[in-house]
């Protein structure tokens, strides 16, 4: 091979098929990949691209006519984010409060598991010790237990506390309204922990194990490895989980159902949305404004990230 | 908004962030300081020991110390695990064969419910369906889309505008898919695209939510567009992983474009897609948020995941909601574990 010279894309489709016949077929086969291409793509994003739009029309033109009329009689206003997000009759959606909750509910949701995961990474690829390997595997096999499993007992174990033979072990939490937010973090953190666990472990233990030899020798304590060598080398890895942990929490019904309840004290978006849509499903001035209230912080942050999220995925998930 | 109302909840989340740095900040912190003061008080000792004050002690393992180390680094974990999920999932399995509020051993007869049932069996048909459709739909979807756009001029927007559903959530897609199936009466404009289309091409509008088993498929369509994003992204990268002499050496032998995908293309990425296929059909079966946005499991549209959250959460059936949540199980684990061989034998291979 090292004596041809490198061959252009296109020389070499021109010589493949040789004949004229061959040629058109070609250049057939590539406007037909184009065509189904495009029509696969405009599918794709027309019933998102139609709701945006409907969401910027007055009321009235939505209900009573197709949002593709928007372009041949335009009619352009904010009035119904305005009235989704601080219109102050109960049926309007408050949603500032919503988004607020939702914002309360991720940070920490975040946080605290990919700190914890980070630690038993570590742990699970750098420190010897005997059962490593069978923890491991324990935790990695967690991650295909459904949520659905969990979700009653670990509700009774917040509202009941834990007794066992009559005897209290834990008192129950007793939590209302904003305190209600703590149990939500416990639930999505128990929950995000064996596929973080998971992913950190594939980049911790692929890093050079002669850095670790050589700090070792140095006398480094493992915090100090892990504080100032692995952390700083795994900082992608932390990235792409973070993403990974930000969209599923955000965008989570059936934890926040469970666990924060209906009220506007620890509601998020997701769970305000599916209400609205459940009890004025053809309030489709509000609906469409809140849809795009609750899509458009992750859509943000995904085109941004894009990059390390598609990282994330490359390494394999089989998320619980 | 008042900030009256939302007070409050900053004060939680600033509690929420106090207690991460206290928690992380306060093992990190144990870790370096309990070490070190154990280390200057052997160091203490050895330097004693050399001034001939005190005999040599035996030799003690290290063994012990990194294992103290380890548990220090998994303690959070190990806990968290066990209460979030071992714990409860054992309760679980114990709860599905007891009765509706848990007081009374019943045997298997919350299974039996499950698959005698009318109205259960139909969940588990409905289950069945999504299960065979979505990944092959969004699987195949996702693989055209990826053979066509590779090396084609934008591929990366392309290939953005695919992948875009993957960062909506659930509720958001079935609220921009139910305007999509909006439904208005035959006198009135259509607001709802897929009713248009029909009125269009000379049709009436249909209630689309309404007639099973179609409505079933509408919703499938959507957790489709959800997916194939999925699909297109993880089987993009595997085109791209194939080797650039195997294409070449193909090329020169003269295939068709067809030949190359099912004798090249296919054969090479099919852990790829073995993979994608296993990672949908396990997100297909706990599906949940769409099904009770769309119809709340109306109209013969019920799934296991949410059939399990009603009886458990909204009836009060907690020994057959349980029961679900172990079926669920079940069906999941033959799937994990034909995906762990197929990851082991990869990356040995």
Known sequence: MSTTTPVLPGVTSEKLPGTAAGRVRKRLNTRAATVVSIIIAVLWTIPTFGLFVSSLRPEQDIKTTGWWTFFSSPAFTLENYNDVLFGRSASSGQLANYFVNSVVITIPSVLFPIAFAAMAAYALSWIKFRGRDWIYVGIFALQIVPLQMALVPLLSFFSRGVTLAGITLMPAWNLDDEQKFIQVWFAHTCFALPFAVFLLHNFVSQLPGELMEAARVDGASHAKIFRTIVLPLITPALASLTIFQFLWVWNDLLVALIFAGGGDETAPLTVRLAELAGTRGNEWQRLTSGAFVAIVIPLLVFLSLQRYFVRGLLTGSVKG | ?349
């Open chain 2, 1 to 349: 908004m008042e900030f009256e109302d939302i007070s409050p909840k900053l004060v939680m989340l600033l509690y929420g962030l106090v207690g991460f740095v206290v928690v992380v900040g306060g093992l990190l912190l144990l870790l370096d300081t309990v070490p070190a003061f154990f280390g200057r008080r052997r160091e203490r000792r050895l330097v004693a020991i050399a001034a001939g004050d005190i005999p040599a002690p035996t030799r003690r393992p290290r063994k012990p110390r990194e294992f103290g180390y380890a548990l220090f680094f998994l303690f959070p974990v190990l806990v968290l695990l066990a209460i979030g999920l071992v714990v409860p999932a054992i309760r679980t399995t114990l709860l599905s064969f007891m009765n509706g509020d848990s007081s009374e051993f019943v045997g298997f007869d919350n299974y039996n419910w499950m698959f005698t049932n009318d109205d259960a069996v139909k969940v588990l048909l409905n289950s069945l369906l999504w299960v065979v459709l979505v990944p092959t739909v969004a699987t195949s979807v996702g693989l055209i889309y990826a053979v066509l756009v590779d090396k084609a001029r934008l591929e990366a927007v392309a290939k953005s505008l695919i992948f875009l559903p993957m960062a909506i959530s659930f509720v958001g897609a079935s609220i921009i898919w139910r305007f999509v199936y909006a439904y208005r009466s035959e006198e009135q404009d259509q607001i709802g695209l897929l009713n248009q289309i029909v009125v269009w091409f000379g049709g009436t509008p249909k209630q689309w939510l309404l007639d099973s088993p179609l409505n079933t498929l509408l919703l499938i369509v959507v957790m489709v567009w959800i997916q194939a994003g999925f699909a297109m992204v993880i089987l993009s990268a595997a085109i791209k992983a194939i080797p650039a002499d195997i294409v070449e050496a193909a090329r020169l032998d003269g295939v068709t474009a067809w030949q190359m995908f099912w004798r090249v293309t296919m054969p090479s990425i099919r852990p790829a897609l073995i993979v994608v296929i296993v990672a949908i059909t396990v997100a297909t079966m706990k599906i949940f948020d769409i099904v009770r946005t769309m119809t709340n499991g109306n109209y013969d549209t019920n799934v296991i995941a949410l059939e399990m959250y009603n009886q458990s959460f909204r009836y009060q059936q907690t020994g057959q909601g349980s029961a679900l949540a172990v079926f669920l199980f079940v069906l999941v684990i033959p799937i994990v574990i034909f995906q762990i061989r197929n990851l082991r034998k990869q990356r040995e291979g």
